[in-house]
């Protein structure tokens, strides 16, 4: 964790949920994606070195990073208010929107987000998605809880999809896009929520804030974020 020991540098240890491509995936045991490659060019502007990547669900990054489990979150999180009153977010490195993902040749889908009601939804458990769903969908009773899914990770939901357990599945675009080129998915409307991807923080870590948001500027002012950008939004 922070601090690192004697004379070497500083290390801080990085933590992600997998599963959310193309920003963070698991290839042959490896965490691999753009997170990944964005973070460690970040750090590497830095004193700190990154030690190897512990992987979590989603929902559970806040609590680890708040238990010194990890020192930085890198996970498509989006930065909102709810979450700045616990953690502190680096400044933005991505924006999105959120999609309704459908079945590829799915009879009458959903023509907007609205019309998502009646239908089965699934979404990730602690993601804006689901905050989205419940809040605009689910407590004015337009979907009942019961056809309200929530999984570990978008990768499952998917599956169900594709499996005809599911009618859509509400992510972030980027994410959705990626989907829709490796699955017999598509996406039938999306819902403008202008969110922007922070690195999360500790409160009482301020000179790492300091310096992620020092690195993350240099790799932004060079032809790094691109290249980084290039590699995982291919095509
Ligand atoms: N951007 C969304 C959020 O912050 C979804 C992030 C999900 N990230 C992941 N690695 N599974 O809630």
């Known amino acids: 964790g922070l601090g690192g020991g004697g004379s070497g540098s500083m290390t801080i240890v990085p933590g992600t949920a997998p599963g959310f491509p193309p920003f963070e995936t ?22 700190y070195e990154l030690e190897s990547w512990k992987d979590f669900e989603f929902s559970s990054l806040t609590p680890a ?9 890198a996970a498509a999180m989006t930065i909102n208010e709810k979450r700045d009153e616990s953690i502190d977010f680096t400044n933005p490195y991505y924006s999105a929107d959120q999609a309704v993902l459908v079945r590829k040749g799915a009879s009458s889908p959903p023509s907007e987000f609205a019309g998502l009601a009646g239908r089965t ?18 407590k004015p009773g337009k979907i009942a809880q019961s056809k309200f899914n929530t999984y570990g990770n978008y990768v499952l939901a998917v599956e169900d999809l594709v499996n005809r357990n599911l009618d859509a599945v509400v992510l972030d675009t980027p994410v959705a896009r990626t989907f829709v080129d490796r699955r017999a998915v598509t996406i039938a409307a999306t819902y403008e929520t202008g969110e922007k991807y922070g690195f999360g923080v500790r409160t009482d870590a301020d000179d790492l804030t300091k310096a992620l948001n020092d690195g993350l500027k240099q790799v932004r002012n060079g032809s790094k974020y691109e290249e980084i950008r290039d590699e995982w939004f291919a095509g």
């Not at 990073?65 to 979150?73: A, E, G, Q, S, T």
């Not at 939804?121 to 689910?138: I, M």
Request: proline letters at 0%.
């Open 26 to 47: 698991k290839q042959g045991g490896e965490i691999v994606g753009f997170d990944i490659d964005l973070l460690s060019a970040v750090v590497s502007n830095t004193d």
């Open 65 to 73: 990073l708040k238990n010194d489990k990890i020192d930085v979150i």
């Open 121 to 138: 939804v699934g979404v990730q458990e602690g993601t804006t998605g689901a905050s989205v769903v419940e809040k605009q969908l689910v």
